[in-house]
């Protein structure tokens, strides 16, 4: 029922920034975690970020910990990724997904957005 629509990618130089969206319409949980993945050529598929919607309380892979920042609009029901000081190794492809608060997996997955940070 609920669609997760992802923009903002791009292509981005090293020490640049880009902010994701991604845009949820139809039904929605009553509460939920939306998160960010990334998968990169090659390998598997990795945590990037995820936000409580009740209460906004955010999580972070170590990797991206003080460069990027989760956020939500809770009138557009919209999650964003502000990423700051990229790097090459964050280059991949970024998916948005839903679960229930309370759920063990992300069962709702948007398409992707590519980012490349070329050096």
């Known amino acids: 029922q609920v669609q997760l629509v992802e923009s903002g990618g791009g292509l981005v130089q090293p020490g640049g920034s880009l902010r994701l969206s991604c845009a949820a319409s139809?039904?929605?949980?009553?509460?939920?975690?939306m998160g960010w993945f990334r998968q990169a050529p090659g390998k598997e598929r990795e945590f990037v970020a995820s936000?409580?919607?009740?209460?906004?309380?955010?999580y972070y892979a170590d990797s991206v910990k003080g460069r990027f920042t989760i956020s939500r609009d809770n009138t557009k029901i919209t999650v964003y990724l502000q990423m700051n000081n990229l790097k090459p190794e964050d280059t991949a492809i970024y998916y948005c997904?839903?679960?229930?608060?309370?759920?063990?997996?992300?069962?709702?997955w948007g398409q992707g957005t590519q980012v490349t940070v070329s050096s």
């Open positions: 997904a839903a679960r229930p608060r309370y759920g063990n997996s992300y069962d709702i």
């Open positions: 139809g039904r929605t949980y009553s509460d939920f975690f």
């Open positions: 936000i409580i919607w009740s209460g906004s309380t955010t």
